[in-house]
C-alpha cells in the first residue's frame, strides 16, 4: 500500500466515525425528547383524572351545597368556579390554578327548586 492510499483509508474512517457520531447523537437526542414527552403526558394525564374527580364530586353536589359554593374557590392546585346562570342550571367549571383563565373540564348540572307542596 501506498503512503498516499493510507492517507484517503485514513480519512474515509474518519468521515465513517464522523458519520456514526453524528447518527448516534441524533438517536440519543431523540430518545431524550420521546422521555420527556411522555413524562410530561403522563403528568398531564394525571392533572385530568384528578380534575374529573373534582368535577364528579361537584357535580353530585345538591342545589342548597351549589349556592353555598357559588363563585370561584381554590381547591388544592385547582381553581373550581360554580355560576349560576338561570335559576336551576348550575355551571361547574374546574381549571388549573397556574392557568385560571384555561378551563379544562366544565358541565353545567340541573337542580329544579324544591317544590312547596307536601
Known amino acids: 500500500m501506498r503512503p498516499a492510499e493510507r492517507g484517503v483509508v485514513l480519512l474515509e474512517i474518519l468521515a465513517a466515525v464522523l458519520?456514526?457520531?453524528?447518527?448516534?447523537?441524533s438517536?440519543?437526542?431523540l430518545t431524550a425528547a420521546a422521555a420527556r414527552a411522555t413524562a410530561a403526558a403522563q403528568d398531564r394525564e394525571r392533572t385530568q383524572v384528578d380534575e374529573d374527580r373534582l368535577l364528579a364530586a361537584y357535580s353530585l353536589l345538591g342545589r342548597g351545597d351549589l349556592d353555598v359554593r357559588l363563585g370561584s374557590?381554590?381547591?388544592?392546585?385547582?381553581?373550581?368556579?360554580?355560576?349560576?346562570?338561570?335559576?336551576?342550571?348550575?355551571?361547574?367549571?374546574?381549571?388549573?390554578?397556574?392557568?385560571?383563565?384555561?378551563?379544562?373540564?366544565?358541565?353545567?348540572?340541573?337542580?329544579?327548586?324544591?317544590?312547596?307542596?307536601?
Open 27 to 29: 438517536l440519543v437526542a
Open 73 to 118: 374557590r381554590v381547591v388544592g392546585p385547582y381553581l373550581v368556579q360554580v355560576e349560576r346562570p338561570e335559576r336551576a342550571l348550575y355551571r361547574i367549571a374546574v381549571a388549573e390554578q397556574r392557568a385560571p383563565t384555561v378551563e379544562d373540564l366544565v358541565t353545567v348540572v340541573y337542580r329544579p327548586e324544591p317544590s312547596d307542596a307536601p
Open 19 to 25: 458519520i456514526l457520531t453524528v447518527a448516534g447523537l
